[in-house]
């Protein structure tokens, strides 16, 4: 069955980096974007950007102002998500999620179980 | 960017009663339009998509409506498992964007 993993809750000081995994199973990893969205404490959700793992290739959204790196290890059908220079604001539940149709104007079939990240001095 | 207005933010019914949710676009999204469940401490699960297709492995008691700006998710018949946080999701523009979400609590 397809399943997206992604790593652990993480604490983090202002200014400093994030990077969340998302480890996939169960479909040809190739085949389908990944994409990133965040819920912040009490908001709606927040779609950040997308990679498509065959190539490398990735979008986001413009209100991230180059802070967003998102790569991929085609080995371990694994995908990344940096995100540098935090800010409390950034606190949020970060999720993975697989594009149920090819690029970003697609609703998300399969979702990753979410990582916290904590912003906090 | 397309703003989806969902109401109402939460709704209070009982096991077997009939649901009914609402979510509106600031502009049209012709059916580009899903349905997500989101039950705490899970991952947000795919309903509907495109305004009215089950996603795999959804019950029939789930079923959507609606194009251009005006969308409805029905749930037929409430289910214990089916109270939890219901989102609407735009994909005609970019960048894809949530509404704010429906709380379904058991009255």
């Known amino acids: 069955q397809v399943q997206l993993v992604q790593s652990g809750a993480e604490v983090k000081k202002p200014g400093a980096s994030v990077k969340v995994s998302c480890k996939s199973s169960?479909?040809?990893?190739?085949?389908?974007?990944i994409h990133w969205l965040r819920q912040a404490p009490g908001q709606g959700l927040e779609w950040m950007g997308m990679?498509?793992?065959?190539?490398?290739?990735?979008a986001d959204a413009q209100n991230f102002q180059g802070r967003l790196t998102m790569t991929r290890d085609t080995s371990t059908s694994t995908v990344y998500m940096e995100l540098s220079s935090l800010k409390s604001e950034d606190t949020a539940v970060y999720y993975c999620a697989r594009g149920f149709y090819s690029g970003s104007s697609t609703p998300f079939d399969y979702w990753g179980q979410g990582t916290l990240v904590t912003v906090s001095s | 960017e397309i703003v989806l207005t969902q109401s109402p933010a939460t709704l209070s019914l009982s096991p077997g009663e009939r649901a009914t949710l609402s979510c509106r676009a600031s502009q049209s999204v012709s059916a580009y339009l899903a349905w997500y469940q989101h039950r705490p401490g899970q991952a947000p699960r795919l309903l509907i998509y495109d305004a009215s297709n089950r996603a795999t492995g959804i019950p029939g008691r789930f079923s959507g409506s609606g194009s251009g700006t005006d969308f409805t998710l029905t749930i037929s018949s409430l289910e214990p498992e089916d109270f939890a946080v219901y989102y609407c999701q735009q994909r005609s523009n970019w960048p894809p964007t949530f509404g704010q979400g429906t709380r379904l609590e058991i009255k």
């Open positions: 169960g479909y040809t990893f190739a085949n389908y974007h």
């Open positions: 990679i498509n793992p065959s190539g490398g290739a990735t």
